[in-house]
T-cell receptor
Framework: KAGVTQTPRYLIKTRGQQVTLSCSPISGHRSVSWYQQTPGQGLQFLFEYFSETQRNKGNFPGRFSGRQFSNSRSEMNVSTLELGDSALYLC?????????????FGPGTRLTVT | DQQVKQNSPSLSVQEGRISILNCDYTNSMFDYFLWYKKYPAEGPTFLISISSIKDKNEDGRFTVFLNKSAKHLSLHIVPSQPGDSAVYFCAAAEGGSEKLVFGKGTKLTVNP
């Protein structure tokens, strides 16, 4: 079974631009979560989608948004990029209402904002 | 405020010895705890987990211990192998939420 895939793997953007990252979950997984990893803050939860609905949201500004499609694929968008948005963005998928809370992560998208 | 804390940024052990990674949490509503391992340029990989109704879970060389009264958990790796060298993250979940709260990680180095 293929793992979680994320595209693109690397991205360089300029301040003020916007960016869209894509995530394809493991087949059969309907929950998709997004995390931001930075050296100073570690892994921080952005939001989680299930059946095209956002169920949970972390403490990030409204510039960060996401969506999920009917095939469970998900995208996240960051508008008006700031230097501090440079980070590794990780997507994770899990079975619906997983009893064990296990999430399976993709390799991440490394975003650099200059 | 940091709800999940890993106070040791790094740990170095000899091959064959025990590695003990520690994690503390503050939110008493957490009811499930997980450990993830992360290699450079890869996403975190699930390692082992434990429910709050248990105090120990074992999987091969990996054992997780939970002390609810102290709000503390630890991951034991016995025996440690050089391939275990990675960053280990402790994570916690609460009440059916898919939101995982992570610690900042401990970098484990196992020396041959």
């Amino acid at each position: 079974k293929a793992g979680v895939t994320q595209t693109p793997r690397y991205l360089i953007k300029t301040r003020g631009q916007q960016v869209t990252l894509s995530c394809s979950p493991i087949s059969g997984h309907r929950s998709v979560s997004w995390y931001q990893q930075t050296p100073g803050q570690g892994l921080q939860f952005l939001f989680e989608y299930f059946s095209e609905t956002q169920r949970n949201k972390g403490n990030f500004p409204g510039r960060f948004s996401g969506r999920q499609f009917s095939n469970s694929r998900s995208e996240m968008n960051v508008s008006t990029l700031e230097l501090g948005d440079s980070a590794l963005y990780l997507c994770a998928s899990s079975l619906e209402l997983a009893v064990s809370y296990e999430q399976y992560f993709g390799p991440g998208t490394r975003l650099t904002v200059t | 405020d940091q709800q999940v804390k890993q106070n040791s940024p790094s740990l170095s052990v000899q091959e064959g010895r025990i590695s003990i990674l520690n994690c503390d949490y503050t939110n008493s509503m957490f009811d499930y705890f997980l450990w993830y391992k992360k290699y450079p340029a890869e996403g975190p990989t699930f390692l082992i987990s434990i429910s709050s109704i248990k105090d120990k879970n074992e999987d091969g060389r990996f054992t997780v211990f939970l002390n609810k009264s102290a709000k503390h958990l630890s991951l034991h790796i016995v025996p440690s192998q050089p391939g275990d060298s990675a960053v280990y993250f402790c994570a916690a979940a609460e009440g059916g939420s898919e939101k995982l709260v992570f610690g900042k990680g401990t970098k484990l180095t196992v020396n041959p």
